[in-house]
């Protein structure tokens, strides 16, 4: 056998290799399941993807992109989330103006699931690819409301104090963190 024709069989085995390796690729990144169709994209910092499609809300056949009623349509970004780790309800992921408000104590609160978010908090949950939202003064941390609501359901929250001594309770899962004052979200934090 001479050089040349162990440099050909190589070539063409390393060929054979990536050819193999890539049709595996595309095998599991092509992969959907029966809930929602999803994207490849770039985790966070706290393993959630930052934008994915699918079905928005219960499941009534809405999709991203699809109003209630006769809500106006207006032009925007709506990014929506998979089913949490703990299979709850799918949680709209979207911005302060769309979500339904609710006003307790002279505050008024983003309602996100069963859930009241102080509008600090929604801005934070922003995908970070998105900047930074009207009035905030920096970029989102790409936090879904289902992590979230995984954090909360699912770690025991450790009691913290507010800037002004105000009882609250820290609940932390891996990189992220969730500060509550009475049930309310009042931030999200990523380490």
């Known amino acids: 056998m001479t050089m040349a024709t162990r440099t050909a069989r190589r070539s063409?085995?390393?060929l054979a290799l990536l050819a193999a390796v890539l049709a595996?690729?595309?095998g599991v990144?092509?992969?959907g399941s029966a809930s929602a169709v999803t994207t490849s994209a770039a985790q966070t910092r706290v393993g959630a993807s930052a934008s994915a499609a699918g079905v928005v809300g219960p499941?009534?056949?809405i999709t991203a992109g699809q109003r209630l009623g006769s809500s106006p349509v207006r032009p925007g970004i709506v990014v929506a989330t998979g089913v949490a780790a703990n299979g709850g309800e799918r949680l709209l992921?979207?911005?302060w103006q769309d979500y339904p408000k609710v006003t307790q104590g002279g505050r008024e609160y983003a309602q996100i699931g069963d859930r009241l978010y102080t509008r600090h908090a929604v801005d934070r949950l922003q995908p970070s690819g998105l900047g930074a939202p009207a009035g905030a003064t920096g970029a989102g941390r790409?936090?879904?409301p289902n992590f979230v609501e995984d954090v909360l359901g699912s770690t025991k929250g450790a009691p913290a104090k507010?800037?002004?001594g105000e009882a609250r309770l820290s609940f932390t899962?891996?990189?992220g963190q969730v500060i509550t004052e009475n049930n309310i979200v009042i931030t999200v934090i990523t380490r």
Do not use: C, K, L, Y
Request: hydrophobic share 35%; proline share 4%; aromatic share 8%.
């Open 12 to 14: 063409r085995s390393a």
């Open 24 to 26: 595996v690729a595309v």
């Open 29 to 31: 990144f092509t992969a």
């Open 59 to 61: 499941s009534t056949g």
């Open 93 to 95: 992921w979207t911005s």
């Open 142 to 144: 790409s936090i879904s």
């Open 162 to 164: 507010g800037p002004n």
């Open 173 to 175: 899962s891996g990189t």
